[in-house]
T-cell receptor, first 113, second 114 residues
Framework: GENVEQHPSTLSVQEGDSAVIKCTYS??????FPWYKQELGKRPQLIID???NVGEKKDQRIAVTLNKTAKHFSLHITETQPEDSAVYFC????????????WGAGTKLIIKP | DVKVTQSSRYLVKRTGEKVFLECVQD?????MFWYRQDPGLGLRLIYF???????EKGDIPEGYSVSREKKERFSLILESASTNQTSMYLC?????????????FGPGTRLTVL
């Protein structure tokens, strides 16, 4: 089955700098890779996702890149702001199931003023 | 706007009690999930339901059961609560067959078992 590893577990960056979170997956058949953001005390929410037929996707200050050969995908946040402080989760589909996701362990992003 | 609600934000129970956590979604989603969230362990799937009265075990079903009698409601049951079930419980729903596979989460229930 699918296995997803996420690094780092904690990331502290200066406000205005960029942040990069990386995930690796094991099942080469995986075709959908979402990123969720969970602010303190709130529910996880989808912020961006990418499908396996695309190498990169951008939405304002966030972008996700996918390297299918190496089986890893990354979340990039540029010009970080205090409101980017949160826990970020990556996920990949469980290809043995129609709708289940296998989740990374999460990255706590801290934006230093 | 999808709304997923959970019956309690905070719950304190005693060891051995039977505990019911309820989740309701208002968007006619076929799929519903119960996760457990612990620091450093991400989101671990307890049970999944893809239709009324249908359920599948997730990664950590031991000590839990579920009930889906109506499409909008998915209940998680701790038959005999134990201290190692102290955790944050998150419910989620997902539209089946759509182009977007976004899971919509409830606000979570923080359960403490004493």
């Amino acid at each position: 089955g699918e296995n997803v590893e996420q690094h780092p577990s904690t990331l502290s960056v200066q406000e205005g700098d960029s942040a990069v979170i990386k995930c690796t997956y094991s099942d080469s058949a995986s075709n959908y890779f979402p990123w969720y953001k969970q602010e303190l005390g709130k529910r996880p929410q989808l912020i961006i996702d990418i499908r396996s037929n695309v190498g990169e996707k951008k939405d304002q200050r966030i972008a996700v890149t996918l390297n299918k050969t190496a089986k890893h995908f990354s979340l990039h946040i540029t010009e970080t702001q205090p409101e980017d402080s949160a826990v970020y989760f990556c996920a990949a589909p469980d290809m043995d199931s129609n709708y289940q996701l296998i989740w990374g362990a999460g990255t706590k992003l801290i934006i230093k003023p | 706007d999808v709304k997923v609600t959970q019956s309690s934000r905070y719950l304190v129970k005693r060891t051995g009690e039977k505990v019911f956590l309820e989740c309701v979604q208002d968007m006619d989603h076929e799929n519903m999930f119960w996760y457990r969230q612990d620091p450093g362990l991400g989101l671990r799937l307890i049970y999944f339901s893809y239709d009324v009265k249908m359920k599948e075990k997730g990664d950590i079903p031991e000590g839990y059961s579920v009930s889906r009698e109506k499409k909008e409601r998915f209940s998680l049951i701790l038959e005999s609560a134990s201290t190692n079930q102290t955790s944050m419980y998150l419910c989620a729903s997902l539209l089946a067959g759509g182009p977007v596979r976004e899971q919509f989460f409830g606000p979570g229930t923080r359960l403490t078992v004493l």
